[in-house]
């Protein structure tokens, strides 16, 4: 008689399947991102992002509560700033516009871990992470600038630096210029593994950082690439990072498996902008279940071997997770 293995009866009820579930999401995985904006008076909605908004300084207490609220401990911050020159002044400015937010989230909120997003396209005028000559994104030049905006976050209160220009040598250039500010027990959540991807296009509308020309191929990994997403880990590593990321996330579920497998470091999946548009217009036009859709997506992400998640579902999750265990 032929034999086989007789699978489902590990799935025959919903205790069954709960009781040999492998891969759970927590709130406590959770890194929601926040916009601050210094050109607007009140929030506006990001028009490819339903659901996702920008705050002015007066209003982003308002969002930082419903956060709180929903159980989500912790955000990443991005500035959208009132000016932009060729050093990106507005980075690093002790009254720049994420200082000012940090200062005033921290007071308020204590307890809520907020790390800085720590880039410069964002202040650019040439809306590229970096200082440009002669059309060249310089590397060693752009490190000054960076770390000066890592030890002015830290300054205004952030806990965790996160720097995503993808310059070389990075870490190292911000954990010196932390370390000899003082700022010893600052931890880095280093992008470490960042494609350049058309994911981002939905947060390049949200945070007005398009490359005014050319593109990040420069310094940003190619999309077909596995191994020099490892080299990326490991020189993150050796230059002192305390977590890693993968970004974006879904398309890059392999490499954040072969990360997983070769850093006892916590890893961070970064879902990004597209990934949220695609499943939130998806939603809206009734094709698909967005509440499973964004269950599968995110526990797909801990199956890879993420610990965290930055995701622009993490209030929509909690709320969920609220109700009931996802
Ligand atoms: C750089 C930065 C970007 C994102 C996070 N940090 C944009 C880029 O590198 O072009 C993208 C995040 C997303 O798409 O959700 N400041």
Not at 11 to 38: C, G, Q, T, W, Y
Not at 158 to 177: L, T
Not at 283 to 302: R, S
């Amino acid at each position: 008689m032929v034999t086989f293995d007789r699978h489902r009866r590990l799935r025959s009820s919903v205790a069954m399947r709960d009781l040999v579930r492998e891969n759970h999401l927590d709130k406590d995985d959770l890194i929601m991102p926040v916009f601050v904006d210094a050109t607007i008076k009140d929030r506006e909605e990001i028009k490819s992002m339903p659901g996702v908004f920008r705050y002015s300084l007066d209003s982003i207490l308002d969002e930082i509560k419903t956060i709180v609220d929903l159980g989500v401990k912790s955000i990443i911050i991005f500035g959208i700033p009132d000016h932009k020159d060729d050093v990106g002044s507005g980075a690093w400015e002790d009254d720049g516009i994420v200082q000012q937010a940090i200062r005033k989230i921290k007071k308020a909120y204590p307890d809520l871990i907020v790390i800085a997003d720590t880039c410069m396209c964002e202040y650019t005028s040439t809306g590229h992470c970096g200082i440009v000559k002669d059309h060249k994104v310089l590397n060693d030049e752009s490190l000054v600038y960076l770390t000066d905006t890592a030890v002015s976050q830290v300054k205004a209160g952030a806990d965790i630096i996160a720097p995503s220009n993808a310059m070389d040598g990075f870490v190292a250039a911000i954990r010196e210029g932390l370390d000899k500010n003082g700022f010893k027990e600052t931890p880095i959540m280093s992008y470490s593994v960042k494609y350049a991807s058309s994911f981002y296009g939905p947060f390049r509308d949200a945070a007005d950082g398009a490359p005014k020309f050319g593109d990040r191929k420069g310094y940003q990994m190619d999309p077909a690439n596995r191994l020099e997403a490892l080299r990326e880990v490991a020189s993150d590593e050796k230059e002192g990072a305390d977590f890693v990321m993968v970004k974006p996330a879904m398309a890059f579920l392999d490499v954040m498996r072969d990360v997983r497998d070769r850093t006892n470091l916590p890893l961070v999946a970064y879902n990004v902008s597209g990934e949220y548009a695609m499943i939130k217009a998806a939603a809206q036009n009734g094709w698909i279940n967005e509440d499973q859709i964004v269950k599968e997506t995110l526990v797909g992400m801990k199956r890879a071997g993420a610990d965290l998640i930055i995701t622009y579902f993490a209030k929509d999750a909690a709320k969920r997770m609220n109700e009931q265990r996802w």
